[in-house]
């Protein structure tokens, strides 16, 4: 559908891509002997169009962003309408109805008890403002009491990710955010064991036992507690019981900790519920969204807090909250997120997950039998295959674009999370090309 032909000719694509080669940076690549880049041309629905001609069916909604597919008509409409009204006023001393709209959403549909929001520019940005906000709650609240600040510290699990900004970064796995390489200026901060006890599998209590001695040793250094609830993604789509999420909660009750939960990743259905807290049955204190938010259109976060936290912030020495962007509460953003959320809604969004859930399950699963495969899992609209070897990302990614798939591996594992709106077929050629590139040694390093 749509696939209009690119007006770029041959050599201008070549012009282009030898510009990108030589003096833009790319996410995780080198600069020197980058990983090639394919050129874009446009997008529709579940299909990237290259530049070059090919079309390759998303199996990566653009890092978790995309929900509704490319360009769709009500997205698009939505940003449309705004633009032609206003594109961007400052949020400070001005305030407008796209804004106030979204975060009346997403109050409503958060666990219970979330009833401020702070939105911001990215993901990584509101996991800083999240964890200004635990500091700075802790401040106020000793401040109040006539007692020595000592809640200055986050405690995290290993495997964790939650963005490349310093703070933020300082809560990532020591081992995969290269701490060593920061070691200087990044603030240190406490981890424990990452969750063992697997969504699927019975629970076992052992898993919390280094979590509740550390816990006990620290809480008073303890500000908050920060995890992605359920899958730990980046730190290698890790799907961890839902009871672990459950002891969290009820350690920070018992230590006076604040929750933090990343829900950047698993927002909006992506788990199977709308958010993954809900598998626990819990509610954080602070929570962070981001990347689908606005249905992969643009950036935006948000975090929310609760009221007991925003008042405490509110009396302390500073009166307000530390934090203001520029491009706070960007009037686009929020239009085109509103139209994302209703979509989301007037979609029946767990029927969508549902299908791509129980799609992979059938045919991703059964990889684990191949002999370079070391686990599959799927859970929702996500589905991961962990390999024994780490991929040779260049050769492989090569493969899956002649196959006609958008999938991006990393380390040893191949993953997808295509747009809601993918249909079963699609999915099939997504999962047949994983199966393809299994076969062939080269796309595997030694
Ligand atoms: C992607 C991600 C972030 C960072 O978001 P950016 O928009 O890239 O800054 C933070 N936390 C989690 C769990 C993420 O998946």
């Not at 684990?368 to 990302?393: F, M, Y």
Request: hydrophobic residues 40%; charged residues 20%; aromatic residues 8%.
């Amino acid at each position: 559908m749509n696939n209009k032909q690119t007006d770029l000719s041959l050599s201008q694509q070549n012009t282009l891509l030898n510009f990108d080669k030589e003096n833009v940076w790319h996410p995780y690549t080198s600069m020197s002997d980058p990983l090639p880049s394919y050129l874009v041309d446009s997008a529709f629905g579940v299909n990237i169009n290259l530049a070059s001609g090919e079309t390759l069916i998303d199996g990566m909604s653009s890092w978790w962003s995309v929900l509704h597919g490319y360009n769709h008509p009500k997205l698009n409409q939505a940003l449309e309408q705004q633009a032609s009204k206003m594109s961007h006023v400052m949020f400070g001393g001005l305030t407008h109805q796209s804004a106030i709209s979204l975060c009346e959403k997403l109050i409503t549909l958060t666990p219970q008890g979330l009833d401020k929001v702070f939105l911001s520019d990215s993901g990584s940005v509101s996991v800083e403002v999240a964890m200004k906000m635990a500091l700075q709650y802790q401040h106020a609240k000793a401040h109040k009491q006539k007692q020595p600040l000592t809640k200055t510290k986050l405690m995290t699990v290993r495997n964790g990710y939650h963005g490349d900004t310093f703070a933020a970064m300082s809560v990532c796995d020591p081992v995969t955010g290269m701490h060593q390489i920061f070691e200087q200026v990044l603030m240190k901060h406490y981890f424990a064991p990452a969750p063992q006890s697997k969504f699927n599998e019975s629970w076992s209590s052992e898993d919390v036992t280094e979590l509740k001695a550390l816990f006990a040793n620290h809480h008073e250094e303890l500000a908050a507690f920060i995890i992605e609830p359920i899958v730990q993604g980046t730190g290698g789509m890790r799907f961890y019981h839902p009871e672990y999420l459950k002891a969290c909660r009820n350690l920070c009750n018992k230590y006076d900790v604040l929750l933090i939960v990343d829900e950047i990743a698993t927002g909006f259905g992506r788990t199977g519920k709308l958010f993954a807290c809900e598998w626990a049955d819990i509610s954080p204190d602070i929570m962070c969204l981001g990347k689908t938010l606005t249905g992969g259109y643009i950036t935006l976060a948000a975090t929310l807090c609760t009221a007991h936290i925003a008042e405490t912030i509110s009396k302390g020495e500073a009166g307000c909250f530390m934090h203001g962007p520029t491009f706070m509460g960007n009037a686009l953003a929020c239009a085109v997120a509103n139209a994302s959320i209703d979509l989301l809604l007037e979609n029946d969004w767990q029927k969508q997950v549902k299908g791509i859930e129980k799609h992979l399950s059938t045919m991703l699963l059964p990889l684990v039998q191949h002999e370079r495969v070391k686990d599959t899992r799927v859970l929702g609209s996500i589905g991961a295959v962990e390999c024994k070897q780490s991929v040779n990302v260049a050769q492989i990614q090569k493969r899956f674009v002649e196959l006609g798939v958008w999938i991006r591996p990393f380390g040893q594992l191949i993953y997808i999370i295509p747009p809601l709106i993918i249909e079963p077929e699609q999915i099939t050629t997504l999962v047949s090309a994983i199966a393809t590139v299994l076969d062939e040694d080269d796309c595997f390093n030694p």
